[in-house]
Every structure is written in structure tokens, then in C-alpha cells.
DNA sequence: CGGGATCCTTAAGGATACTG
DNA sequence: CAGTATCCTTAAGGATCCCG
């Protein structure tokens, strides 16, 4: 178990702890995001891409989510975007150094779900039965 | 760059590779979860909680969210709870095995965050300068 | 083509009160 | 103590239209 995490940081740095733990807080809690995931995993894989080719890339996003995480992502430096001034507009994404840190930081997880996905779904299962039986016994009961 | 992400599953299993693909992005849906990881994190760090303790590892959760992330997670197989049958009422959480490797994997992304949150804000910085000189120009324009 | 602006609907999430 | 149940508010997110 690598212990280095957020507390880890305290011996380092001297500025306010609090201040350190709530920004890197936050920024978990904006990139652990799952169009921010899915976007990134595509990035990564493809390179280069443009805005309808993300699109296609991630089914089922609409196109202002898209626009919006990209966004967010390029302001956290993430993600390059890049406008090329012609006509119809062209304008390609792709993931900067950080982003490409960021995605491999990620790439635990994802072999995590892919390895473990059946286990989750078993036990899922059994929670729900769990479930089920213990709500016809309380409606038995009354 | 490690290439074995969602799509270096396909040679491997036969099964409906589109549900597999489905079922993983679920899962990454639900464990990317801002309080999952936060959760995650604090009973990684002390072990076993009881409820209100978690409540005060984590700030800002409140009690519902507490109950329903926790209950999630005891669902997904990532949390074990466990109900002392005394009054007033005692449960204990802790991480199971696979709760522990999902803490681990993503330990690579608060690293990340750590390293890198300075970084982020100078980026986040730099986009805002640049988007209000935009709006300025846009309002001068017309 | 790549969005911005607007409207509208659903759902996430907080506050409060009650219970075994 | 560790929840469940209810209400209520905010905001996330989809659909649509339009524009450079």
C-alpha cells in the first residue's frame, strides 16, 4: 500500500496544508469526471482528433457536454485545442504532456474495471438478492 | 504510453466485446465518483471507520451522500460493512481486497494531482487572462 | 464545421425530522 | 449511533435554434 498520497506532502511543503489538500481535492474532483475519463482515454488512443471525431469516439455524449469538458480540459491544461482559421472551421484536440501524465495515472483504473468487472457484477448480484429477500421479509412482517 | 487499455481486451475474450466495453465505462462512471474516491482514500488510509468517523474524514459529505456512496461501494464488492448488533447501533466500514486495489490504481492519479496542481492553476490562470481579453475585444466591437 | 445562447426537464444533492 | 423518509432547491444535462 504506497502511502505517499495528499498527506504525503506535508513534510515537503511548507505552504498552507489546507489550502494544498482542498486545491488537489478539487482537482480530483473535476478530472475524475467520466466524460473528462472516456474524452481522455480517446485522446490518447487516437492522437489527434477533431471535434466531430471526438464526438463519434464517445457514444452518447451530447454536444454540449463535449464542448464543455473540452473546455475544462483545456483550461486545466490538459488538452491542446488548436483552430485552424478556414472555412468551414477546423479545430483539432489533442492532449498535452500533463494530459498524457494524467492518462497513464488513469490507466490503473481502467485495467482495475477491466479486470475486475465480473467480480463487481457478481456482487452486485448478490446485494440486490440480499436486498430483495430482506424487503420481502420486512413486508411480511407488517 | 501503456496501450492495454479497453480495446487490448478484444483479442483475449470472446464474449460481446460492446458489453464488455459498456460494462467497463459503467464502472469507470461509477467509481470516478468525487466522494467514492474521497472515501476511498480516508479508509485506505485509517483502516476501519465507523460511520460518523468517515463523516468527519471526509469534509463537506453530508450524511446522505455518506449513506449512499458508502452503500454503492458496499454493492460494487469495494466495501465491507459490518453491523454490530448492539444499541445504540455500531457498523465498522473497511476497504475489501478489491476495494484495496482500486485504492492503489488510483493512487497514480492523486500522485498526479500533487505533483501537478500547480501547474493546473498557472494553466487555469493563463485561459482565464486570455478569455477575458477576448470578451473585452468582443465588447468593444460592437 | 464548431460551437454559443437559450429553454426546459430531470436528477443530484442539501436540510430537516423521525426511528430502531 | 446509524441510518430512512420526505421535502425542496439547485444545477447538470439534453434539445433546439442560430451564427461565423
Redesign the pocket.
Known amino acids: 500500500m504506497p502511502a505517499s498520497k495528499t498527506k504525503g506532502h506535508a513534510a515537503v511543503c511548507p505552504i498552507s496544508n489546507e489550502r494544498v489538500e482542498l486545491l488537489v481535492t478539487e482537482i480530483i474532483g473535476r478530472v475524475a469526471d467520466?466524460w473528462t475519463m472516456l474524452i481522455l482515454e480517446e485522446l490518447e488512443q487516437h492522437g489527434t482528433l477533431?471535434?466531430?471525431e471526438v464526438r463519434k469516439c464517445v457514444p452518447?455524449?451530447?454536444?454540449?457536454?463535449l464542448?464543455q469538458t473540452?473546455?475544462q480540459m483545456e483550461r486545466d491544461g490538459i488538452v491542446l485545442?488548436t483552430v485552424h482559421p478556414v472555412v468551414?472551421?477546423?479545430?483539432d484536440y489533442e492532449l498535452t504532456e500533463l494530459g498524457g501524465c494524467l492518462g497513464e495515472a488513469f490507466c490503473g483504473v481502467w485495467q482495475w474495471a477491466e479486470k475486475n468487472f465480473a467480480r463487481i457484477e457478481k456482487s452486485r448480484a448478490a446485494f440486490d438478492k440480499r436486498a430483495e429477500k430482506a424487503a420481502t421479509k420486512t413486508a411480511a412482517t407488517r
Chains 1, 2 share one sequence.
Open positions: 467520466k477533431r471535434f466531430t452518447g455524449i451530447s454536444q454540449k457536454m464542448t473540452l473546455r485545442r468551414p472551421p477546423h479545430v
